[in-house]
């Protein structure tokens, strides 16, 4: 039963260009979310988080949007950079702090020059 | 000390053995979790540690085990290893009061033959 879901396996964007990486969720109970980027022989790291009690979180260059009814949400990235090439996981949980993420399968995001 | 750090960074076992992962967390993260992430999947939730004590269990059998010690270090130990338990095994420590989610180490590359 896989509670988070990214559906893309990879995205190719130009660099300057928006990347928009999705993520779907069936869990209610979740009110948490947080994307994390990951490089290869790196464990993952923390880029951005929203709590459900907000729609959209911005940060910099990269922006979360939450849409509850929908069970989705999406990170933006813009410009996108070629640094910005990773794989990116959408991670989902139940509680604010330390508590158990449910991840997803990650988005291999590759940026052009 | 600052960083998650984990060791050995590969590994190869024999189906039946046992392993011990280690990981050394960051000055005063009291919480830690052991993740696993199975080739092309994102990372599972195999427990936490709060305190020197077991406070939370992913979908994982009692052959996967750990320990938490007081300086901040911790084990995650497989008995009677299966070729499914190939996987990068990744470690993250939280103190429990940031937003932003946990800070991850590089993992453990385990592979059973």
């Known amino acids: 039963d896989q509670q988070v879901k990214q559906n893309s396996p990879s995205l190719s964007v130009q660099e300057g260009r928006i990347s928009i990486l999705n993520c779907d969720y069936t869990n209610s109970m979740f009110d948490y979310f947080l994307w994390y980027k990951k490089y290869p022989a790196e464990g993952p790291t923390f880029l951005i988080s929203?709590?459900?009690?907000?729609d959209k979180n911005e940060d910099g260059r990269f922006t979360v949007f939450l849409n509850k009814s929908a069970k989705h949400l999406s990170l933006h990235i813009v410009p996108s950079q070629p640094g910005d090439s990773a794989v990116y996981f959408c991670?989902?949980?139940?509680?604010?702090?330390?508590?158990?993420?449910?991840f997803g399968q990650g988005t291999r995001l590759t940026i052009n020059p | 000390e600052t960083g998650v750090t984990q060791s050995p960074t590969h590994l190869i076992k024999t189906r039946g053995q046992q392993v011990t992962l280690r990981c050394s967390s960051q000055?005063?993260?009291?919480?830690v979790s052991w993740y696993q992430q199975a080739l092309g999947q994102g990372p599972q939730f195999i427990f936490q540690?709060?305190?020197?004590?077991?406070?939370g269990r992913g979908n994982f059998p009692p052959r996967f085990s750990g320990l938490q010690f007081p300086n901040y270090s911790s084990e995650l130990n497989v008995n009677a290893l299966e070729l499914d338990d190939s996987a990068l095994y990744l470690c993250a420590s939280s103190s429990g009061t940031e937003r932003y989610g946990y800070t991850f180490g590089s993992g453990t590359r385990l592979t059973v033959v």
């Open positions: 929203i709590s459900s009690i907000k």
């Open positions: 540690y709060y305190r020197e004590e077991e406070n």
């Open positions: 000055s005063g993260h009291n919480t």
């Open positions: 991670a989902a949980s139940d509680s604010e702090g330390a508590q158990k993420l449910v």
